[in-house]
């Protein structure tokens, strides 16, 4: 297992900032993950693993213990016993490249979750999503570490305790488990999921002038959604490309709000608009899911707004950006700057999505 001190680790990262690591273990084996925890454990250093870099803010004085590099590889898939495909994907695998091994198998699950920085081991713990598309949809097992126990669980998709960003693993379990391997269970020969609105407007399905369903027969293939969620995502500055300014971000930087009914009608008064004119979603129990974007927006924080070298994105306005020379200090500054308007505005206090590391 490699083994190095003082590493920086901005370079690991999407949003290019971060200061060091006091040691920075890379782990391509199971084996080398139990190694880690004993050398963490000898030293009585806290572990923090890192995986694509694409969801972290760590702070500019680093993190005074051991990061655990996630690099486990391999994919390989077998027909279950329901008939869909079971595909196991080892912790450290590029995301963007199983999605890519599942369209290109014909396995239908994944498609919409193209593009999206990161890797495997990374999906479960805050339920990736996007277009539509959550991987607790298709996660079968998530094979962990036990940090407790000292030993390896498999945990159920129910064991995960899945729901809108979250999992056991970034709540209640936080800090217990190390992913290792995910294993999904995907249709094979099924049809893409176009559930969302951007998706069905750059394909051309409307019913009188509105996006609506897909029929089967005019479906395109599971390669055609992917490719075009990948435009789209590129198009908002979301793959990450280092000529790109706007895509050196932690990805949205706020969650989308899930409120009771009053709390949007208090958007709704603020705001001067009538409760329908309201961009909102049903999020069961009597509350809904408003979007963070349209909320920054009202505040006043459009895209391309600056505050010194941290900004939001010219392209996609819940993107915070490092400009060129961003510290994790101005992000936070500018983080905070944006919590405290909204919810002076609308009586809403947005929540980071980014892990934050060190102090």
């Known amino acids: 297992m490699q083994i190095e001190e003082h590493v920086q680790l901005a370079p690991f990262t999407t949003l290019g900032i ?11 084996t199971q084996a080398d993950v139990v190694a880690a925890v ?17 969801n972290l803010l760590i702070a500019d004085d680093g993190f005074a213990g051991v990061v655990l590099r996630m690099a486990i590889p391999g994919i390989s898939k077998e027909i279950a016993t329901d008939g869909r495909t079971l595909v196991r994907a080892g912790a450290g695998e590029p995301w963007d490249g199983f999605v890519q091994f ?11 979750l193209a593009g999206i920085p ?13 277009y539509g598309q959550e991987v607790a949809e298709t996660i079968a097992v998530v094979h962990a570490f036990d940090t407790q126990t000292g030993g390896f669980v498999e945990l159920s998709n129910e064991d995960c305790g899945f729901s809108y960003r979250t999992s056991v693993l970034n709540t209640s379990e936080r800090g217990r488990y190390i992913v290792v391997r995910v294993d999904f269970r995907l249709q094979p020969g099924g049809a893409p999921k176009l559930a969302y609105a951007d998706l069905r407007k750059h394909f051309g399905f409307t019913v009188n002038g509105v996006p609506g369903d897909v029929t089967s027969a005019a479906s395109p293939t599971l390669s055609e959604v992917a490719d075009a969620v990948r435009d789209i995502r590129k198009s908002k500055g979301m793959v990450f490309d280092a ?23 208090r958007v709704s008064e603020a705001s001067g608009l009538a409760v329908d004119a309201v961009p909102h979603w049903p999020a069961g129990d009597g509350l809904v899911k408003l979007p963070a974007a ?20 010219t392209r996609h306005t819940l993107a915070l950006v490092n400009r060129g020379s961003a510290t994790a200090a101005d ?3 500018l983080r905070e700057r944006i919590i405290a308007d909204v919810a002076s505005k609308f009586g809403i206090t947005l929540e980071q999505e980014p892990v934050s590391i060190g102090s």
């Open 18 to 28: 971060g200061g060091p690591a006091r040691w920075l273990l890379t782990a391509t």
């Open 38 to 54: 004993d050398f963490a454990r000898e030293r009585t250093l806290p572990v923090f693993v890192l995986g694509g870099g694409s």
């Open 102 to 112: 599942a369209v290109a198998a014909d396995l239908a699950g994944v498609e919409c």
């Open 118 to 130: 990161g890797t495997v081991g990374g999906t479960p713990v805050q339920n990736v999503g996007a």
């Open 243 to 265: 000529a790109d300014p706007n895509s050196h971000s932690a990805g949205s930087f706020f969650r989308n709000p899930i409120v009771p009914q009053e709390a949007l009608l």
């Open 294 to 313: 349209w909320l920054l927006e009202r505040a006043g924080f459009e895209r391309g707004y600056a505050l010194g070298n941290a900004g939001i994105s």
């Open 331 to 333: 992000m936070i500054a």
